[in-house]
């Protein structure tokens, strides 16, 4: 689901984070305590070659993702993701996952969407699929009805947008306008078809799967041409496979940066530890408190709010609050939310598709 975004950019100490637990803890909130055993996520981890991930040794670590990130590329997708399903063939087990994130243009200028796209071509274990992602404007969330005077329009251009991409893939998928909201439906049912990342409008993003592993290479090929000769970052993202298995795939493009991404189990007050641990340029990411607005809120809409804590580059902390909606008028939210934190906090939508 979209979610709404602010981020307090000040620099933080980790005695300034507990002191903030300490601040919402007053207000009648249960963050965190140092002590409480959390689930900390390692959001991209620059690291020098795949043996790394031994510094996470001292926590369970789960969810564990290589990245290659071909940043300045203007080559053959079709090679490139050809190259990566060869050594996946090769490797591929229960458990195993390849994916190559490529960017894509729509072919027309829309007002609710961005012209460039993201979409994933990905093996998992007995089947590929193709993840086609859209870039909004701006996020409306579910049950938020500040663009209803415009939902004809989103609509429409969501349709519009989905309809190229399905189009280029040729794709059996048809988008539709279903109460207000628009739909996208497979024409044999019996495929797995999933739609996901919701807004007010309907979904951003749909997954066609097929049990033939070939089957996407060619069309997301096409679908990646529409990015033009333009230089593209991309990633391929590695889960399960084995550390030669991992040699490998450094072959397909020899020239990739690597990062992790991954969740370790830790107490609250370990997180300092794990950022030394992926330092220098390690992010991380855990939930310092999550409740529901209306009991600090009793006149504003109903909404449910994480408190996030973010351990960044250099070694400190910064501090998000993300939103299923805005409890209160867009006007109004900067001022509650620096009485809530005890510091300004500025309206920062993560991005799209990193």
Known sequence: ???????????????????????????????????????????????????????????????????????????????????????????????????????????????TLRPGAMFWLGFRHAHSFIRVRLHTAEVVTPRETRADDRRELWVDERRRGFASAIKVLNLPVEPDVEGGSLVLRPFVRTVPFFCSWPDAFGPCQFEFNSPDAFEFLVPASRLAATHGREPATIRAYLTGFSEPALKEFEAVQPDARYAYRCSAHCQLGELPDVLRAIAPAGRLYATLCEFQTQGLLPDGADAWAIVGVMGVEGGGFQVEVRLNRAPLPENEMAEWLQALLGMPAAYAPLPPFV
Do not use: N
């Open 1 to 111: 689901m979209r979610e709404r975004r602010w981020e307090a950019r000040a620099a933080l100490t980790f005695p300034d984070v507990l002191a903030l637990g300490e601040r919402l803890a007053s207000l009648g909130l249960a963050p965190a305590t140092p002590g409480k055993e959390i689930i900390c996520y390692i959001e991209e981890w620059p690291v020098p070659a795949p043996q790394a991930i031994d510094r996470l040794d001292p926590w369970t670590t789960e969810d564990v993702t290589l990245v290659h990130i071909h940043e300045g590329w203007r080559g053959d997708f079709f090679l490139l993701s050809g190259g990566y399903h060869t050594v996946y063939q090769r490797h591929q087990s229960v458990g195993t996952y390849c994916s190559i994130g490529h960017p894509w243009t729509i072919p027309e200028t829309l007002r």
